[in-house]
Every structure is written in C-alpha cells, then in structure tokens.
C-alpha cells in the first residue's frame, strides 16, 4: 500500500480559465476511466518538459511539435496505452486523435497537446476517441481535477493531486497540479504525468524557466526502478486570471514567491509518485551533503536509490548499511576521501573514519528502519552543496506486478 | 535454481606447482567451509585484478600493497565476512591474519594476498585463524580445487570451477579456475572472487595483460543487480610446469592461443555467478551489434540488463519488447537513429522502422521467453563494434535473499 498516502484527494481548488473531465472512452483493458481532456481559455500561457528518452512515444513528439507552433487550448491524456514504440502507425494515430479531438473542441489540431500512459508498443486504438471525446467534452467543469487526477492513473493505487493558495503582494494566487505514475519511474527532465496550473499570469519565457527549475528538484530527483518512461511529460499552465500583474522579471520578489510555491507542489507531487512506487512499503529519503557540486550530490544520491540490495534491505527493515557503503563508493566520483564521509540513519551517526562509528548500535539501526518513512544522510566532506533523492524499498510485490502487468 | 547448472563439478586438472584446501575455521555463522588456501612453488608469476568500488574492503587494499612488493606465495581466503566498511580496525585485522598466515606457512606477511568475501561493515574476527590456518594447511593438495570452489562460496547455490586441457606447439597446457558469486553483482575490472591458473610459463606482464583482457569480456561483462562489490578480486596465476617455452610475446601464436583460452575460461566462470544469481530462473544473453564503439555497446547491454522491468517481465516469461526498447532509448546514446535499429527476441525480428515489426506475432515471443536460456540482439545501425553482456532475471527470491541475508 502506499506509504503515507490515502484514496481520499484534499481540496483541489479551480483555476479559473482551465475546465477539465474525465470518462471511459475503453481504451483501458480493465474498467475505470482513460480519457481526461482540460480546456485552456484564450490568453493561458503553458510551458512544458518531456522525457529524455530517445525512444519517446508518438504523442511526445506530437506534444512537441505543437507547442512550438502554437499556445495549446486542449491537453488530451488517455491512459492504458502509451503509443510508444509504434513507429509511423503510431504517429498517424497521434495525429488522427488531435484531429478528432480539434473538431470537437472547435480549434486546430496544432492547439492539442496529446499525451499518453500504458503499455509500451501497441498502437493507439482510435475508435474509442469517437464517443469518448464528446462525452469528455460535455463534461468539462472547473471542479474536474479530482476526476481528471483519476482518470490519467495506471498501476497507481491512489489518485495525485496538490492544491495551494498563496499571497503574493496582496493577491490571492491559487496552484492545482495532478499527477500519475508508479513504475518506470527514474524521471529525465520530466514525470510520468503532471499537469500544474496556477492563476497568476507569467510570461511564457518565465513560466518555462520556472517549470524547469521545480523540475529539476521534484520529479527529476526521484526513482523508484531507474527506467526513464518513453512518455514522460509535465506541464505548468499559467491563465492570468489573478489579479496579480503579471510576472515577467525573473529576480522579482513575486517571481521567487510563486516559483518557490510551484517548486513545493511539484515536489509534493513527485514524492506523491514515490509513496505509491510499485510495491512500496517504505519512503525513503536521500540528503546528500557537503558535495563538490549538486550533480555529484545527486549522482550519489541516485546510486544508492537504484541498488536493489539497498532497497531491498529496506524492505526487510534490515539497517545493513555495508550496502549503501557499497554504493556510494562506486557512485564513480573521484578522489572520494573515505575517512572524511559520514553516513546516518535518520539521526544515528553510523559510519565515520572509514568504519562504523563506535556510538552506533545495531539497536539504533533497528528503530529507525522500523519506520515507515526513513532518511539517510550522506556527508561527502567536498564541499557545500547538496541534493536530495527520494526513492522506495523493492519488495515482492515489485516483482509481483511487473511480472503480472500485462497478463 | 540455478540455471543450466548442477552442483555436480566437472574434473579439474590439477595445475602442477599449487596446492589447496579448504576447511571450516568458524567465521561463517552458518555450516560450511570459510577458509581456503592456496600454496604456490617458487617461480609462478601471478596477475591480479581487483574492485574499482573506492570503498574497496581492507584486504584489497592489503592484496594490492602485497603484489607490488612480492610475487605470492599463498592466497588466502575467507568466506562469511567481507572486512569491508571496518576502518582501521579492518585492516589491523586483515595484517594480522597474514602475519599468521605466513608463519605457518613459512614466508614473509607480504607474500600472503588475502581476500575476503561475506558481509559489509563486521570487523573480521582473527581467532579463528589460529585452528583454521594450521587446518589448512594440513590438508594442501594438487587435487584441492573442489574443496576451494565449495570453501569460498557465500550465497552462491552450487559451486563453480572450469577446467580446460589444450595443445599448443605441440605441449600440453592446463587451465583451472575457481569462482563464487551470486549477489552484488557487476563487476568493473574484476569479479566477487576468481582463482585461475595454468601450468603454462608466462611472463608477469603479459600475465597481467592477458587477464586484464579477459576480465574486460568476461566478468565485467556480467550483472546480477548492477551493485558492485567493495571486494571483487581475480588472479591467474602461471606456475610455468608445462613443456611450453615461456611466453614473452604479445604476437605470438602461443600467447593468442593461451589467451583465448584463458578468455574462453573466465568467460564460463563469469556465466556460471550469472546462472547462479540470485533468485535466477532464467539465464540472459544480451548481444549488441553495429555499435560505434565497443563502449557503447556494453552501455546498451548493460542498460537492458540492469533494468529491473526488463528482469521482471523475463521472469514472468512476458515477451514485454516494449521494455526493452525503453531501455535503450534511455542508455545515453547521442543521435540514435531510431527507425533503423532492430531488436531480435531469439531469432524473430520484434522491432524495426521505429515500431513493431510486421512479421512478428506474440506467439513467436512466448515461445522463446518460456524457455529457460534467451538471446536478445540489438542492433544499433551504427558500426561494426558488438559487446555481449549477460545476466539473469529478477525473481522474488531475489527480494527474499536479500531481505533476509543477514537474518
């Protein structure tokens, strides 16, 4: 079950200017909802970040190609199929959904942003987009995030979302983000799936840059297998409909309030993914400390959040920290100064002078990984920066859905 | 169950100039031998590969500070604790048991290589060196090779040893060699633990080149879970008892022939820690061709290998290709020419022009996936360099060894 992490959503609050839905158009083998479509109102700016995975599904290629040619007006998201490894059959299929979707919709197939979850390798089926998007399009209400955060789940156990008001000068801002993913989570320059909208208004060069950066902090830093999906992708819609001026000047007070305040959501969201990885029992933190740079913080960071021998000792609540040792010592970073680095479990020292510490009791170990949230410290005595990993143990159930996942 | 393996061992040669045993000294807290040696005769060259994991254990570094003062005269080595993660104390510990070493079997500390193998961050007990070390070497025999094969073994199932008679220039040359290993698993520059040997007289620094080499296409060619050991360790060691003239030449026709020989060897060891992996049920060879590099080629393999979808979906014998090709588009290859590359599930073409192919069917996919040993080829469009690199899949035994390793 997910670690920390309940069915029921908290108060998701509208955006103005964004309608969403959610429907079973049977694109989904199993019963539940696959199509979710959110309208944008003319004047919404949207910036976007996608795998880096080379073999990218269809859509992302499509996703791409269309917001360089326009502003969209529609996100479309299906799950249960992620039209990756389709070759051409598969874009046609991208293409002909956009065009469906344009005509119901009342705009171009350009102004569509497609995207799409699932299996790997089969081509998109069209026909269920037919009586799908109709019945999506009539549903489109500004109180559809709760709906649309189900609709776009896959192997996900609970439904995603984070809603936050703030203040900004004296303005009332509100940000709403959803997101799904659970396995073939080691995200790249973006998430399985998130879409984050606030009514602020903020220049599209600003909103990039904003997405980016949060990004770069939230989904771009955690794991749970180490497989970069081919369909990664997460927006940030910007409507302007606060009374808030629009932010345009990236050192400005309200610029660093609002990024700061996207930055959290995404991260909720992210961790959110990690809380329902793949038979998670466990959430695991991962601060790495005193680095020379962060991409050598984060490089130590992952290392250890990928080893299935640390993750499974978490899931036996087996404090066998000669494993994460083990890992941070072939991280692959140079001249590493193994008497200097300190380990900790939660606030136990463990290791110091190139062994374990002598205040350290396996006892101490014990109590800590009994828990169901756990953070490691990694102090690497280089320098001053810093990152943070969140990641979950590997258990039998890992193995018990990825096995099953298609059968 | 290991795959394709028995515990039963082939004949193994004797190599004329070493002798071994292995005995119980009490260092394994479950049953079984833990402590082996190995007596060389004056006049053998020994070669020697070790972990690049920096926080390799005290005895690496110790075996590696020995070998550049002396030629060896015993290799020891003990099973049920790796003194890894031990500091100081660590290496206090590992001099010591040389310093015994070497007085009951009559040399200097320096000509003693110890090697350790068991678990992480316990300082290694020296007193049950003082009965096992005479033990021992009461019982050193040419005939001891399968007594060391079972001696060094941890979580390892069965036992692995190859022997190999061969003619060259008309003198008969003899290859043995000895290897454990089952977790903690992808070496770099070395294995969990290799003892190999000819009777062939080869010179020390062709001896070194010539192991070096093998290990690139042997043990650094396998993975069981992507964690490399802090006490990996190889040695080949030439005892020059054969009729064969000394090899002294890179060029030559003996040198190739032992060489390939010594590869073939290695090779089959490195296989054998791969069908014993842990919690293995089936037995993976991935080959990657028309690679600009050799380089590339092994990051693609080893991609595939390290992903635990991959390995889950093999073990649920689910031809899951999309996976696979998740894999490589996510390896780090610049420029990928995605609608050229193919990928072959055993001899059936699944992938090619970016998508699936038209003549594959998942009937041809089921068929090779239930079978127990399984080929993937991926061909990259873009050179002539291949690599191969196997590996195993992820059961849930993998998660149950490893959960209770130390329980």
Redesign the interface.
């Known amino acids: 079950m997910p670690v920390g992490l309940s069915d029921q959503m908290p108060e998701l609050f509208p955006i103005a200017g964004m309608r969403l839905s959610s429907v079973r158009a049977g694109i989904k083998k199993r019963a539940g909802h696959d199509l979710v479509l959110i309208e944008l109102d003319e004047g919404c700016n949207t910036a976007a970040v996608f795998t ?5 599904a269809a859509p992302v290629t499509l996703a791409k190609a269309h917001l360089v040619a326009h502003q969209p007006k529609v996100l479309m998201i299906n799950s249960g199929n ?1 039209n ?7 874009m046609q299929a991208a293409q002909a959904t956009c065009t469906m979707a344009a005509k119901v919709m009342g705009c171009e197939p350009e102004q569509v942003l497609p995207f799409s979850t699932g ?3 089969e ?1 998109l089926p069209v026909t269920p987009f037919e009586v799908g998007l109709p019945a999506a399009a009539a549903e489109l209400s500004v109180t559809g995030w709760a709906a649309a955060a189900r609709g776009i789940m896959t192997t996900d156990i609970v439904p995603k979302a984070v809603s936050k008001k703030l203040d900004i000068d004296g303005h009332a801002v509100t940000i709403t983000g959803i997101a799904k993913g659970s ?2 989570i080691h995200p ?1 320059m973006a998430t399985m799936l998130g879409y984050v909208a606030t009514d602020a208004a903020v220049s599209l060069p600003l909103l990039q840059k904003m997405l980016t950066d949060a990004t770069d902090d939230s989904f771009n830093s955690i794991t749970v ?6 369909n990664d992708a997460c927006t940030l819609t910007a409507t302007g409909r606060s009374s808030l001026p629009e932010i345009s000047d990236a050192h400005s007070v309200a610029y660093a309030q609002l990024s700061e305040a996207v930055t959290q959501v995404l991260t909720e969201l992210a961790t959110m993914i990690v809380r329902d990885g793949e038979g998670a029992t466990k959430f695991i933190t991962i601060r790495v400390e005193e680095a020379a740079s962060k991409a050598e913080a984060k490089q130590v960071g992952f290392t250890i959040a ?4 640390v993750k ?2 978490f ?2 609540s ?1 404090p ?4 994460i ?7 692959g ?1 140079d001249n ?1 100064n ?2 200097a680095i300190r380990l900790y479990l939660g606030d136990a020292c463990i ?1 110091e ?4 510490s002598p205040t350290y009791t396996e006892e101490q170990g014990a109590a800590v990984m009994k828990e169901a949230e756990i953070t490691i410290t990694v102090k690497l005595a280089r320098g001053t920066a810093a990152a943070t990993i969140y990641t979950c143990d ?3 159930d ?3 859905i ?6």
Chains 1, 2 share one sequence.
């Open positions: 880096k995975n080379d073999f990218c992620a990756a490894g389709t070759g051409e059959a598969g299996v790997i390798g081509v396995g073939m790249n297998d180490g497989d970069t999906s081919t990928h080893s299935p021998l499974t000792a899931f036996a087996d066998n920290w000669g494993r040792l083990a890992a941070v010592g072939r991280a970073l590493l193994l008497t290791v002078n190139g062994g374990r590997f258990s039998y890992y193995v018990k990825n096995a099953e996942y298609r059968s």
